[in-house]
């Protein structure tokens, strides 16, 4: 259950994600846009957020084959700002910054 005071976070590769999977769907991608921005912050990661998550990928792909680059952005920046991943995605499954959520 997420309490009411915590303040959420998106990455914006996220909101990527969920703006083409709208959009190839022919669902109202501007709504969810709305109702994230209104929501959460966005997270928009640094160059040096780019190397780091680099780096965190390339260990995680050797256990976690099927890991996305988008989700080791996610996870990054979750690390970075002491937050945990709210997620259905069963590629974070065992990862101590993660939930998953059915």
């Keep these: 259950m997420i ?3 915590s303040e959420l976070f998106t990455h914006a590769v996220s909101v ?18 709305r109702t994230i ?5 966005i997270v928009v990661p640094s160059g040096t957020d780019a190397l780091e998550t ?10 976690r084959h099927n890991f996305s680059l988008a989700d080791a952005f996610v996870l990054f920046s979750a ?5 945990r991943v ?3 995605d069963p590629d974070f499954t065992g990862l101590k910054d993660a939930t998953i959520i059915s």
């Design 3 to 5: 309490e009411e005071k």
């Design 37 to 41: 921005a209104s929501n959460s912050k």
């Design 86 to 88: 709210l997620t259905g």
């Design 54 to 63: 680099g780096l965190l990928h390339a260990s995680l792909k050797r256990e």
């Design 16 to 33: 990527a994600e969920i703006i083409s999977k709208l959009r190839r769907e022919n669902l109202d991608y501007a709504e969810a846009w």
């Design 79 to 83: 690390r970075e700002n002491r937050a």
